[in-house]
């Protein structure tokens, strides 16, 4: 069974707090899209708000599957990414 719907939400290469979900949800998983240069990935619950996940990416320039264990990782106050120049991010949540 179930437990709730898990959407998507896809964000581009050199965002500063963009918005995945401006509601309470819970983080799922992501697919990452890492440039040759690599980066970090950051969320956050709420666009001021607190680091819930960052990732240092390698410079390896290509794509990982990234799994959230157990509920996912809960934000409250909305799900915010920043990507650096070339990253990008799909977040599952719900």
Do not use: H, W
Not at 40 to 65: D, E
């Amino acid at each position: 069974m179930f437990q709730y719907d898990v959407k998507s939400t896809a964000i581009a290469a050199s965002q500063t707090d963009a918005p995945v979900f401006a509601g309470a949800a819970r983080i799922k998983g992501m697919l990452v899209g890492i440039p040759a240069g690599g980066g970090t990935l950051t969320l956050k619950n709420g666009s001021a708000g607190t680091t819930v996940f960052s990732y240092v990416a390698p410079a390896i320039g290509q794509s990982l599957n990234v799994s959230i264990p157990g509920d996912g990782i809960r934000c409250e106050n909305g799900i915010y990414a920043t990507t650096p120049a070339g990253m990008t991010v799909t977040v599952f949540y719900g």
